[in-house]
């Protein structure tokens, strides 16, 4: 009982100042909501030219996570032997982090600059190709 009242306010009920903070995000000006949508659709791009340069194939995206399905995760099968993120210079969690649906699966973030896109993919295919 005491662990249900305790996890109520944390996870139940959004809290007063957050819904606040919401609220005027939605009222404020959305300038910065179009900025952002060119942003991940840029880096989408960039990934895009790296994996398909590499032959690495991945479902077609709609939001600002990257996945790399089933057949493009045979390839990285070197990361889900628990090989370190140190030896590729690069840091994953397993797609398992994500639910059980997500164990077959690499999640890419786009949430990051270009470059680092662009440079993180491209170790990354390295890795996986024994390079």
Do not use: N
Not at 2 to 30: D, F, H, N, T, Y
Not at 92 to 114: E, K, M, N, Q
């Amino acid at each position: 009982m005491l662990m249900g009242r305790l996890q109520e306010g944390s996870v139940s009920c959004v809290s007063g100042i957050a819904q606040k903070a919401a609220e005027a995000a939605l009222a404020g000006p959305q300038d910065c909501v179009a900025v952002m949508r060119e942003t991940y659709r840029e880096h989408l791009q960039v990934a895009r030219e790296v994996l398909d340069g590499r032959g690495i194939p991945y479902p077609r995206p709609s939001g600002r996570l990257l996945s790399l399905g089933e057949r493009g995760v045979r390839r990285f099968g070197r990361l889900h032997r628990g090989v370190p993120a140190r030896e590729a210079g690069l840091g994953w969690r397993s797609g398992a982090t994500f639910g059980p649906s997500g164990r077959h699966y690499v999640r890419i973030s786009l949430a990051s600059d270009a470059e680092h896109i662009r440079q993180g993919l491209l170790r990354l295919a390295d890795f996986v190709d024994g390079r």
